[in-house]
């Protein structure tokens, strides 16, 4: 589809793996993304293993700022119901280092959320609901490792995207919107895309190995 002649940062496997960040606040609205670039990091995505090979996945790439208005209404629509249902329960970022700032962060998307170039919208086929666990593994483990391969080949070519979930609420809407069948396919995430300000991201905390691994038992 795309020759892979975009400029690169070079990073080394290790560094992509340990550098890709949920960017919110360091997406720059202000600078456009060509669809040869999308195009070019999704090719990397398909290479993803899925399963049985079927390829059943669908992406919906919204580029058409109109449109990128109207999902932005739904993300903030989304962000208040969250809001609503979180009263009187603790943050979800309690006892997380920085977790005032990942919060803040959040907000700090949504307030911009309708100036992105792009959003990537992810569709796995089927419904989850009702379905037993053999079944929805093969539904989540066909997609979600496309997905993070298409985060970490925006990661290499400086850009960022955070994988945000809170749109799901909303999800029929968007569907409508998008012209999507919401009964054949589930929406798995609102991906906004932008090239970051700067290419330098760090490691993060993280919980020790030590302390989430086991051997032979749990």
């Known amino acids: 589809m795309t020759s892979m002649s975009t400029k690169k940062l070079n990073l080394t496997v290790d560094e992509v793996l340990s550098t890709t960040r949920a960017v919110r606040r360091r997406l720059d609205v202000t ?3 060509p669809r040869a670039v999308l195009e070019e990091c999704l090719e990397l995505a398909l290479q993803a293993p899925n399963g049985a090979n079927r390829n059943e996945w669908r992406w919906i790439i919204v580029d058409d700022p109109h449109l990128i208005g109207k999902l ?68 989540w483990g066909s997609i979600l490792p496309a997905v993070w391969s298409f985060l970490l080949a925006l990661r290499e070519r400086g850009l960022g995207s955070a994988w945000t979930t809170v749109a799901s609420r909303r999800e029929k809407q968007i569907a409508e ?3 999507v069948p919401a009964d054949d396919y589930t929406q798995v995430g609102l991906f906004p895309i932008a090239y970051t300000i700067g290419t330098e991201f760090q490691k993060v905390y993280r919980k020790p190995v030590a302390e989430v691994l086991s051997y032979n038992t749990f």
């Open 31 to 33: 600078r456009p993304v």
């Open 72 to 139: 932005a209404t739904e993300y903030r629509v989304a962000m208040g119901i969250y809001d609503d249902s979180q009263t009187g329960k603790p943050a979800l970022t309690d006892d997380v280092p920085s977790g005032g700032a990942i919060v803040a962060s959040a907000y700090a998307l949504a307030e911009k959320l309708h100036r992105m170039p792009a959003i990537l919208i992810p569709l796995m086929p089927g419904r989850p609901e009702g379905k037993s666990l053999p079944e929805q593994c093969p539904m």
């Open 177 to 179: 919107l998008l012209g």
